[in-house]
């Protein structure tokens, strides 16, 4: 009798055990309760299974339209090509009304402290201004400069630094 209720408990455990997995820091459902959509360590949902990232996130802009702009050293100008991330930005923002943004500007590690957090902020607002010259409420949009404070690239080179010049958008 007591092999019984221990086979029990050891299925009941196996099966418990396999119900979900982890996937970078999230739990994904691998039973289709959840339609396979992989949660992120916020609950934040990511991606639903070979469909791509669920509609509207972070992961979603990410993959579909791009979430950063570069800029040149020591400038704020946009040139053709962040116009044209910033131009699919805006058309994706318009599939989401409800959806605020922040936009982050960043530097490279030259220069001052102060100097790159006002040349950070101006990258932002570059940004926010041409958002909103395509259709972008600005009650959406919030900038916040970082100046050199958060590499994406660690290192002390030109292509370090070319990819620290940057402005980035995040869904709120």
Same mark, same amino acid.
């Given at each position: 009798?007591?092999?019984?209720?221990?086979?029990?408990?050891?299925?009941?455990?196996?099966?418990?055990?396999?119900?979900?997995?982890?996937?970078?820091?999230?739990? #994904?459902?691998? @039973?289709? #309760?959840?339609?396979?959509?992989?949660?992120? &360590? @916020?609950?934040?949902?990511?991606?639903?299974?070979?469909?791509?990232?669920?509609?509207?996130?972070?992961? @979603?802009?990410?993959?579909?339209?791009?979430?950063?702009?570069?800029?040149?050293?020591?400038?704020?100008?946009?040139?053709? %090509?962040?116009?044209?991330? =910033? &131009?699919?930005?805006?058309? /994706?923002?318009?599939?989401?009304?409800? #959806?605020?943004?922040?936009? &982050?500007?960043?530097?490279? %590690? $030259?220069?001052?402290?102060?100097?790159?957090?006002? =040349?950070? %902020? $101006? $990258?932002?607002?570059?940004?926010?201004?041409?958002?909103?010259? =395509?259709?972008?409420?600005?009650?959406?949009?919030?900038?916040?400069?970082?100046?050199?404070? $958060?590499?994406?690239?660690?290192?002390?080179?030109?292509?370090? /630094?070319?990819?620290?010049?940057?402005?980035?958008?995040?869904?709120?």
């Amino acid at each position: 009798m007591l092999a019984r209720y221990f086979m029990i408990f050891s299925t009941v455990f196996l099966l418990a055990a396999c119900g979900t997995s982890t996937y970078d820091g999230g739990a #994904m459902d691998l @039973d289709g #309760m959840n339609g396979g959509v992989i949660v992120g &360590e @916020d609950d934040t949902a990511l991606y639903a299974g070979e469909a791509g990232p669920v509609p509207g996130t972070q992961a @979603d802009l990410v993959v579909n339209v791009g979430d950063r702009v570069f800029f040149n050293t020591d400038s704020s100008e946009l040139t053709m %090509e962040p116009r044209t991330t =910033l &131009e699919n930005q805006a058309v /994706w923002l318009g599939q989401y009304l409800h #959806m605020g943004i922040i936009i &982050e500007g960043h530097c490279d %590690e $030259r220069g001052t402290r102060e100097y790159n957090l006002a =040349l950070g %902020e $101006r $990258r932002a607002s570059a940004v926010k201004n041409y958002l909103v010259a =395509l259709g972008v409420s600005p009650s959406r949009i919030t900038t916040v400069s970082y100046g050199k404070e $958060r590499p994406a690239v660690p290192g002390v080179n030109e292509g370090a /630094w070319a990819q620290n010049r940057r402005s980035v958008t995040k869904v709120q």
